[in-house]
């Protein structure tokens, strides 16, 4: 056993958005049901699957560059807290202020302070997962303040009054259809010409709607809160990389900026940050560049925000870190490769995984920012094939994560219930059967009786008392054999 | 080469016609296969399921077992699963390790090296891909995710398959998918198995193949199941089972037939 240290806070309940409220097996079974959604969710990984795979396929040293990608963020976070000061004493250097949040209450008080303080009303906003995490846009709201998302998917879902269902493509379950009655009903008078029943759906038109929709706010803007997908710790620069455009419209117009970043997402230096715009784009919109990167340090007098805010934030960040085995969930760069190439993603899409962090990644990492207990059904939510480490660009072995976390639920739930579960029960009983080979025979032939519940045919009964009804309730069962394979072979070759 | 066989819990339980048809394809290559009595299980779905403490003694059974076989001069252990080999890789030895059995995570080490799925075993150990088999059948091939992923068998399976008489072997489309059994997946996650194997049933009867073949009898007994539910009339065979066939026999087909007459 490996020693635990069991004193490091996870992030706390009732703030944020890192727990569901129902089970996935559950919230999966609804979504399955949605045949649209399904449609959406299969057309759009389709897509992104085939690009991605194309665009990582043409560099040579692609694996030497993941593992490198890999390697960084290692040894980065053996030694997180030295980069952390490195980075606070180059960004206060050049006239920014540094704020250190222990979890989400303490990261949305930070912010909504500083919002306040300037006195503005409203705030526009870069995508960004960290903020989501924490709940902030509801913290605002409660503060009076109004936070306009101005990432297009992000609108979308703000304005559908919606949660975002991926990383990356916060509204992959929506079609063009659904987008142009969201847009027709929330911002009519952007619709062009004519009423919003003219709207189409039209990506352009779409588009060009959103545009002038997001164009007021970028003007009228005293304040912006961005995520940081970077910062290089040896000059204290963050760096956002995006699409749209929109995210430097909010890094550059407004007088202060606010930055909210998991202290995982720092890099040492440069040269580290080069490794991570390569596999950045390829692996997340399939793209060898992406159109804008956005870097800034500080405050340039005369030139963008004159006031600028980093909010590093924890909420549980440092529990994962303690994990020997699981600390490699912090090395995702958020591109969401993983999301796509999942089967089961692509079948339930996001909100069944009820975090903001949804997919492979979301399986392991939000279970352990929150504490496994209170997102237990999450790392059962895979069926192991593995396709989400090989398309990882920093070679997180999800499955392996997976597997351990289950580990640790299954012994967390035995320390807890003074009576052991009926499933613990079973297993303890099979584990003692199949270690004494004169159990396991004897277990066999007993197991060979069910034949006779078949009567003559080839399978058994469909309808079997649970747990056997979860598969016999799609999916035929074989009669069992009268003897086993090994029972056979000592018949005809003797013991 | 003394061999010898793991038939691996499912098989040696629910379809012992694939281990048998494993050690008749070896025997037919001129190799003595030998089936250590003591064997049952990998351990593999009790760590899956969380259950590491418990899978111990399963695994340390699985270790025993087999090496004494080593001590009687098997050179190679040979499994009909994907899945079980890649257990016996990579989680046994770390499995005894967290529980501080040093001595025994070593022989699993040693083991490890020494074990292999069946393809895997017929291509690169024994150097062949045409074993001298006849299947006068259209079939279809599903790669199952643990050979493709944790063993990395890659076209083995298929080079095998090119080389038997009589096969017609027609793609699999969007073959890399899961098929959704995912050890105790397919029961926690019922619905989305059920979803991802709905998928897989679709592609396997676009082929129009009369059979349905894979490295792992768990994965088939998953799609099988399927099938046979639909009444689709295609059937999933193992590649043991394909490989062993010499053309006059006929196999009844994984998962709608019993092995042995009751």
Redesign the interface.
Known sequence: MSAVFLGLPTAPAGVGHLRGDRPFPAAARDALRDGQLRANLGRATATIRAKRAAVVGEVPDWEALRQAGAGVKRATLARLDEHLLELEARVTERGGTVHWARDAAEANAVVTGLVRATGAGEVVKVKSMATQEIGLNEALAAAGVTAHETDLAELIVQLGEDTPSHILVPAIHRNRAEIREVFARTMPQFAGPGDAGDLTDDPRRLAMAARAHLRERFLRAKVAISGANFAVAETGTLAVVESEGNGRMCLTLPDTLITVMGIEKLVPTWRDLEVFLQLLPRSSTGERMNPYTSLWTGVTPGDGPQEFHLVLLDNGRTAVLADEVGREALHCIRCSACLNVCPVYERTGGHAYGSVYPGPIGAVLSPQLTGVEDNASLPYASSLCGACYDACPVAIDIPSILVHLRGEHVEAVARERRRPTPEALAFRALARVMSHPRLWRAAQRAAGLGRFLARGRPTLPAALPPPASAWTRTRDLPAPPARSFVQQWTREHGA | MRVALF?T?L??????????AT?RLLERLGHEVV?P?????C?Q???????????V??V??HVR?FAGARRAGVEAVVAPSGSCVASIRHQQAAVLR?A?EHGLAAEAEALAGRTYELSQFLVDVLGVTDVGACYPHRVTYHPT??S???LRVGDRPLRLLRAVRGLELVELPRA???C??????????????????TDKMADVLSTRAEVCTAGDASCL??I???L??LRSGTRTVHLAEILASTGDTVSPG?????????
């Open positions: 038939a819990c098989v040696d339980t629910v379809v012992p016609q694939v281990a048998m050690a089936v009595p003591g064997q049952a299980c351990g779905v009790h760590v899956n399921t969380g259950y590491r403490r418990e899978a003694p399963v340390a059974n077992a967290r501080g995710c643990h493709l992923r944790l890399e998918q899961c959704g059994f995912g050890g105790t997946f397919a029961v926690k996650n019922a619905d989305t198995s059920t979803a991802m194997l007994l998953h099988g199941g399927g046979s539910r994984q998962g709608t037939a019993p092995a042995v007459p009751a």
